[in-house]
């Protein structure tokens, strides 16, 4: 193959590649878009999170809320509340409530208020594999984070191609831990109770309160 011959294979090569990440990029705006049309989101999920050569496997469920950058979370026991300026992490079992100024200690964790938008910085993105799923189209995103110190390897976003509202996502960890969130509902525009997002003191009276900042 002659020079010639060899930048034209890369010239498409490259054309190729834009065009998948362009159509990635517009299908990612309008989930984007979809989700920040609603005034609020309720989801149920299932959560998975495996090491095959640690040998762990932990699956449970749980359920949020989110309305503007304010959240209530449920998983593993613990409901974490953020009502716009701090983060409540409340747990029953231990009789304990842990005061955060800061909603997101780690900058790289896939939070509930960034769930719906973490993809927008931070990654580069290419149009995988569609999936047939009880006969919903699901189309994957494969997002790769451009800090290569970051511990993520890559994440794969599952779209709903006609509700445009994500269906699962896969996390690969540099360190071989894979986590999976998949959605098993996703309802908009519930009325919600004005104190959904306060946090009442009264109801955890006994309780040791753990103030970090």
Do not use: C
Not at 10 to 21: G, R, V
């Amino acid at each position: 193959m002659n020079f010639k011959n060899i930048l034209v294979a890369f010239l498409i090569t490259l054309s190729i590649n834009a065009f998948a990440q362009n159509k990635a990029k517009t299908l990612l705006n309008q989930v984007s878009q979809k989700a920040k049309s609603y005034k609020n989101v309720s989801i149920e999920f299932k959560y998975v999170l495996e090491n095959t050569a640690e040998k762990i496997k932990q699956e449970t469920k749980g359920d949020v809320i989110m309305e503007g950058d304010k959240y209530k979370l449920n998983i593993l026991g613990v409901t974490r509340l953020f009502d716009g300026k701090k983060l409540y992490s409340i747990s029953t079992e231990d009789e304990e409530v842990t005061i955060s100024s800061d909603k997101d200690n780690d900058e790289g964790a896939v939070t509930p208020t960034k769930m719906l938008s973490f993809y927008e910085d931070g990654y580069t993105y290419a149009m995988d594999i569609e999936q047939n799923i009880n006969g919903r189209k699901i189309q994957l995103v494969k997002l790769v984070p451009i800090d290569s110190k970051s511990e993520i390897k890559y994440i794969l976003l599952g779209i709903d191609t006609q509700t445009k509202h994500i269906y699962n996502l896969m996390q690969l960890g540099k360190n071989g831990t894979k986590t999976t969130l998949t959605v098993n509902s996703f309802k908009t525009n519930e009325p919600l109770s004005k104190s959904l997002f306060t946090f009442d003191a009264n109801k955890y009276k006994g309780y040791y309160i753990n103030k970090l900042n």
